[in-house]
Structure formats: C-alpha cells, structure tokens
T-cell receptor, first 118, second 111 residues
Framework: NAGVTQTPKFQVLKTGQSMTLQCAQD?????MYWYRQDPGMGLRLIYY???????DKGEVPNGYNVSRLNKREFSLRLESAAPSQTSVYFC?????????????????FGPGTRLLVL | LAKTTQPISMDSYEGQEVNITCSHN???????ITWYQQFPSQGPRFIIQ???TKVTNEVASLFIPADRKSSTLSLPRVSLSDTAVYYC????????????FGKGTMLLVSP
C-alpha cells in the first residue's frame, strides 16, 4: 500500500514550457486534490476532484488544468509555465467515514513535486 | 468558513509537554477540528481529529472545550523529531475543498 504517489520529484522548466504532474492513490478514495506551497506559506488549493469524472477550481486555479483520469489518478497540467509557478506541488486524497456528528474525513498527502520555472 | 488563529512559532525542549492552541470563534455546529504535522520537504501528515471534549491517540491529545471556540493540541514529552509545522483546520465533513491551510505553528524542539 503506497498511499499517494507523485511524479516527478523534481522538475526544471523554462518559461513557456508545458508539463504534467502525475498523482496516483491506491486507497480507493473518491476525493483528490492539488495544492501548491510557496516558501514560508501554508498550502493553497489549486483544483480538486470530489469523485471520478468531476473537477472544480480551488483558490488559485489560474494557469493550471487538471484531469481525473480514473478513480486512482489525478493529473495537473501547466500549459505555459511561468516563474510565478515555481513552487512545491502536493497531491492529496481523502475519504469520509462515519455519519452524522461522527462523520470524519482525513487527507493523505503525497511527497510533493518541486518545480522551478526559469 | 471558520477562520483559525494559531501562534506563528513556539519553542520547547526535549522531554517537555507542548500545547498549541488554535482559536476558531465562528466554528459551525457540524465542523470538526483536525491537526496536521508537516516536516520540511514532506507533505502534511494527519495527527488527530475531534469534534468535542477530548480525543487521544498514540501521538497526541486534542482538548476541545464545551463552547468549541478553541482547541489545544497536546504533544507529550516532545523529542527533536517533533520539530515541524503544525496546522489547525476547522471545517465540515467532506469540506476539504473549502478548508484553508494557514501558515501554521512552527515548533522548534531543542536539546
């Protein structure tokens, strides 16, 4: 059980180049998320997918696109990278359990992808 | 959305108990409280979650007063490896799309 995996671990791009960050989870979770974290900052939500076949914008979606390929995989694409997109990108998945006031949900994060755009 | 406030940083020594308090004055009835831990160069990791009173697991305890307007994460006998950033999140079940990870509390444990 690998949890949440991300590829690549590191990437250097030139301004204007495109790339896709891959994320996969083996916990059969319905919900998946993409965050970015800039130095000294908390995580900001880029996009999320509540279930297979659905995606929605988060707090900072501009410059990104996503694809929920199947229940396991959720990819993040930068069509034309900009230096402002230099960051660490984290993928996460979650599943709710319980019901009513005992309903809880925990996120599980991947190891991150460090992206530098020159 | 419940806004949270927690200290930017805290210092402690090995073997001490550390209590990190998070304020969430406008917590909603169906919101629960979750704490995450993040080490440098890693993704956040779930520590503990609760709705009311006290929750304890093998890593930490979470104290929630009756009015639920604040919560305290308690780490017993910290070690150097507990040096990390700790985030307090408040929100409804299934509401991670609306939750905000603030800057968290940077805990530095010294020998």
């Amino acid at each position: 059980n690998a949890g949440v995996t991300q590829t690549p671990k590191f990437q250097v791009l030139k301004t204007g180049q495109s790339m896709t960050l891959q994320c996969a989870q083996d916990m059969n979770h319905n919900s998946m998320y993409w965050y970015r974290q800039d130095p000294g900052m908390g995580l900001r939500l880029i996009y999320y997918s509540a279930s297979e076949g659905t995606t929605d914008k988060g707090e900072v979606p501009n410059g990104y696109n996503v694809s929920r390929l199947n229940k396991r995989e959720f990819s993040l694409r930068l069509e034309s990278a900009a230096p402002s997109q230099t960051s660490v990108y984290f993928c996460a998945s979650s599943e709710a359990r319980g019901s009513g006031s005992l309903r809880e949900e925990t996120q599980y994060f991947g190891p991150g992808t460090r992206l530098l755009v020159l | 959305l419940a806004k949270t406030t927690q200290p930017i940083s805290m210092d402690s020594y090995e073997g001490q108990e550390v209590n990190i308090t998070c304020s969430h004055n406008n917590i909603a009835t169906n919101d629960y409280i979750t704490w995450y831990q993040q080490f440098p160069s890693q993704g956040p990791r779930f520590i503990i979650q609760g709705y009311k009173t006290k929750v304890t697991n093998e890593v930490a305890s979470l104290f929630i007063p009756a009015d639920r307007k604040s919560s305290t994460l308690s780490l017993p006998r910290v070690s150097l490896s507990d040096t990390a950033v700790y985030y307090c999140l408040v929100g409804p079940p299934g509401g991670y799309s609306t939750l905000t990870f603030g800057k968290g509390t940077m805990l530095l444990v010294s020998p």
